[in-house]
């Protein structure tokens, strides 16, 4: 079984979901496993990965609305670097998403695709990607 691990370097804005769907299916092209599991990581405590619409640039503009709204930077807040929406952002996000290769792709539905989550930039960032092959 072949496992193979890849490091993505990438520049975020302040806020915001950056497609890396192409990024990730390069990675599975080239790596040419047809059957498995792909396994994409941001190592970073106020980033995340999700897997949202990707026809509608509006959706990802309706996904920051509605993240400001409902975690709203608050004065409230303990942490000392002024950034624990950012946190809680992440939290909710997650730091990581699981997507079954088949037959050389990655199997998405019709319109979705993978997106950085940046709650806390503009930062440079990392995700990895990891293939298991089975």
């Not at 503009?61 to 809680?88: Q, W």
């Not at 199997?107 to 990392?126: H, I, K, M, N, S």
């Amino acid at each position: 079984m072949a496992i193979l691990l890849k490091k993505t370097t990438l520049h975020t804005d302040s806020f915001g979901f950056t497609p890396i769907t192409q990024a990730v299916q390069a990675f599975v092209t080239q790596s040419g496993i047809k059957e498995g599991i792909c396994v994409i990581f941001s190592p970073h405590t106020t980033a995340g990965i999700t897997i949202n619409e990707n026809a509608d640039p509006d959706v990802k503009t309706d996904l920051s609305y509605a993240m400001n709204c409902i975690f709203p930077k608050l004065p409230g807040y303990r942490h000392l670097e002024g950034n624990s929406d950012a946190h809680v952002k992440s939290t909710v996000t997650g730091a990581s998403e699981t997507v079954i290769i088949h037959d050389g792709r990655l199997l998405l539905g019709r319109w979705q695709a993978l997106y950085f989550c940046e709650y806390d930039g503009p930062r440079v960032r990392t995700f990895y990607t990891k293939i298991l092959e089975g």
